[in-house]
């Protein structure tokens, strides 16, 4: 895992439709990054959010639960 200072951060919009589609955008929100996502868990969106720090309280953890914008800090 990159060093804390070899981050940065990105924002991860996720939504459910015929599974979880997961889409990546800059702090700008508007410009894309290249990786789109599939996954039929939610479970797997949750590991992905949790493995790049996105989920620290437990009001995040109650957002993950809609189709919502959730900050996650990844190292790219």
């Known amino acids: ?9 990105v924002y991860m919009y ?8 997961c889409q990546f955008l800059e702090e ?3 410009t894309s990054l290249p990786r789109k996502l599939h996954f039929t868990s939610a479970d797997k969106v949750v590991e992905l959010v949790e ?6 309280d ?9 189709n919502t914008l959730t900050t996650v800090t990844a190292g790219l």
């Open 1 to 9: 895992m990159p060093r804390q200072d070899d981050r940065r951060r």
């Open 14 to 21: 996720f939504q459910f439709r015929n599974g979880w589609n």
């Open 28 to 30: 700008d929100l508007k």
């Open 51 to 56: 493995r790049g720090g996105g989920i620290t």
């Open 58 to 66: 437990q009001e995040s953890r109650l957002m993950r639960r809609t």
